[in-house]
């Protein structure tokens, strides 16, 4: 998402964009379609504070069975921007309360890898294709088919109870 810094007016102001992400800024990312970016604008002479919402649909691998996974993924951030050049008589902020430093009135700043890092913090380190997903296992395994016929076998204790009551009424 990139904005012109000199048509952000002062004030509030909205601005909506489709950012492509792809190539070597991705880091792996693989997107369905674009990321979809809407920006709350406040200008403030040399200051513009940023409100930016984002919303795509990753593209992930089941960690366990490799099935493809679709995972939603949305959120917000702030940013603070500033004008690089320190015009006197203008009220400036602390250096380390600003995000981001943008060069002159007619410079383009880029969001993009600020959107890209949030998208990447909210992926799922381990992504699952459905939370009881049993993986890969080749037939017959023997370790997984011991568990799932002992488990047949065994019978509840609350089951037995459960019989005894219907037995009971049975007798009246
Ligand atoms: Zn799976």
Redesign the pocket.
């Known amino acids: 998402m990139k904005i012109k810094i000199s048509r952000v007016p002062e004030g509030h102001s909205v601005l909506s964009q489709d950012m492509t992400v792809g190539g070597g800024d991705a880091q792996g990312l693989v997107l369905e379609g674009t990321v979809s970016c809407i920006a709350d604008l406040d200008r403030l002479q040399a200051q513009v504070h940023a409100r930016v919402r984002y919303q795509c649909v990753v593209q992930l691998e089941?960690?366990?069975?490799?099935?493809p996974?679709r995972q939603p993924v949305s959120g917000e951030f702030r940013l603070v921007m500033q004008e690089r050049s320190h015009a006197s008589g203008r009220t400036m902020l602390p250096d380390d309360e600003v995000d981001l430093f943008f060069d002159d009135a007619s410079g383009e700043v880029d969001l993009s890898p600020f959107i890209l890092d949030e998208i990447l913090l909210s992926v799922p380190m381990k992504p699952?294709?459905?939370e009881d997903?049993r993986?890969v296992t080749p037939k017959g395994d023997p370790a997984v088919t011991v568990e799932y016929e002992g488990r047949q076998k065994s019978t509840d204790p609350r089951w037995k109870a459960l019989e005894k009551l219907k037995d009971k009424n049975r007798e009246i």
């Open positions: 089941c960690s366990r069975c490799l099935a996974v699952l294709c459905s997903c993986g």
